[in-house]
């Protein structure tokens, strides 16, 4: 499996390596060696979520309350999407820059970000499946988001999509705004998580 870091500090892609045959293909998209190699702690995974999305359905910008936070290895079991990670961490080197990866049922790349990141996808095709594990479970009175079409943030979505937005994500503040009425998680105490799951897997 290749692994990189990707710009925004504490999220990954991981390509898995797809072996076809007559019948089709198989894939490991989550394997746990090469994700602790490369991030220093398992993933404890608490839940999984799976959405199945119409043609420029996006998600988020999400995120939750750190700590504990929320991780999340993200994959496409079908379609494809455009995932987007966002640093929302107040403090952080890289707080307000973002990346962005293609995830599809033919690559099976997979993101992960860490805790205390904002996370934002839209689906390129119809049907598109996404898939990802989660290291807690859902608890709506930790969970935020923030505007995906903030212009501040300039997200690359594609001009030839035409977005489809939940009420709730349309209606939520924009970066500006979660950080004036203190919303963010704060780089320090998710550095801090980070490294307590790093001194529980020694």
């Keep these: 499996m290749d692994v990189r870091e990707l710009s925004v500090r504490d999220s990954y892609e991981f390509v898995p390596r797809i072996f076809p045959d007559q019948r089709g293909f198989f894939s490991a998209p989550y394997q746990e060696a090469a994700f602790v ?46 995932d987007i990670v966002v640093d929302i961490r107040v403090g952080s080197p890289t707080f307000g820059q973002w990346d962005a990866v293609r995830l599809d049922d033919t690559s099976l790349r997979c993101v992960y970000l860490a805790e205390g990141l904002g996370h934002a996808v839209m689906a390129l095709e119809d049907d ?5 594990l989660c290291s807690t ?7 935020h988001g923030i ?12 001009s030839d999509v035409e977005p489809v937005l939940s009420g709730k994500d349309a209606a939520a503040p924009t970066l500006a705004q979660a950080l004036d ?21 020694n």
């Design 37 to 82: 190699e490369a991030v220093g702690y398992r993933l404890s995974v608490a839940q999984t979520n799976n959405t199945v999305s119409r043609r420029g359905t996006v998600r988020g910008i999400h995120f939750k309350d750190t700590p504990p936070g929320q991780g999340k290895y993200v994959y496409c079991a079908r379609g494809a999407l455009l």
């Design 128 to 132: 598109t499946v996404m898939t990802y």
């Design 137 to 143: 479970g859902y608890e709506p009175a930790t969970e």
């Design 147 to 158: 505007n995906p079409l903030d212009p501040e943030l300039g997200l690359p979505w594609p």
């Design 181 to 201: 009425i203190g919303l963010l998680p704060r780089y320090d105490d998710c550095v801090a998580h980070y490294e307590r799951l790093r001194k529980a897997e």
